[in-house]
């Protein structure tokens, strides 16, 4: 059965009706190099680390995260100021539009706070970030060991 052109414009304007919420409502950051370092099983803190890209014509502002694996997660930055490394925690972490940010040992990274199990290296957690649209975006982050050239510590 061959539906008319009249029939069928309708409901061909419909149906990209329907899909357009789906297309818009999703976050156009590319995530890559996603990691959580591996801790001691004492450890009550631990990091992570990933690539944001955003190739969209507007900012992202990430404005959290969380992971069930952890009572909390926060953004920190690690930075010199008066001759002495400091961290803080910060409120919001701009992605550019056509750029990306790193969250890399020693700079922008998220800290983990009080895990719920031991992590070992082969272990997969998923960090949801906040994004300021009302938008979330899981990220599953691998457990690895730390290389010799990581500095940062806690």
């Not at 009706?17 to 370092?37: H, M, N, R, T």
């Not at 010199?80 to 990274?109: C, S, T, W, Y």
Request: net charge negative.
């Amino acid at each position: 059965m061959l539906l008319s052109r009249p029939v069928l414009q309708p409901l061909v304007a419909l149906l990209a009706l329907c899909l357009l919420p789906v297309v818009q409502a999703a976050p156009p950051l590319q995530v890559s190099d996603a990691w959580v370092a591996e801790a001691p099983p004492v450890a009550t803190v631990q990091a992570g680390y990933l690539t944001l890209e955003n190739p969209g014509p507007q900012d992202i502002t990430i404005t959290g995260a969380s992971c069930p694996d952890f009572d909390s997660v926060e953004i920190h930055e690690m930075r010199m100021a008066n001759g002495m490394m400091e961290m803080n925690q910060i409120e919001k972490l701009v992605v550019p539009a056509g750029g990306q940010v790193q969250l890399a040992p020693g700079g922008f990274h998220l800290m983990l706070f009080k895990p719920q199990r031991v992590l070992k290296a082969g272990d997969t957690v998923t960090v949801t970030l906040q994004l300021e649209s009302g938008a979330s975006l899981p990220v599953p982050m691998p457990v690895k060991k730390r290389s010799a050239n990581d500095t940062h510590h806690h």
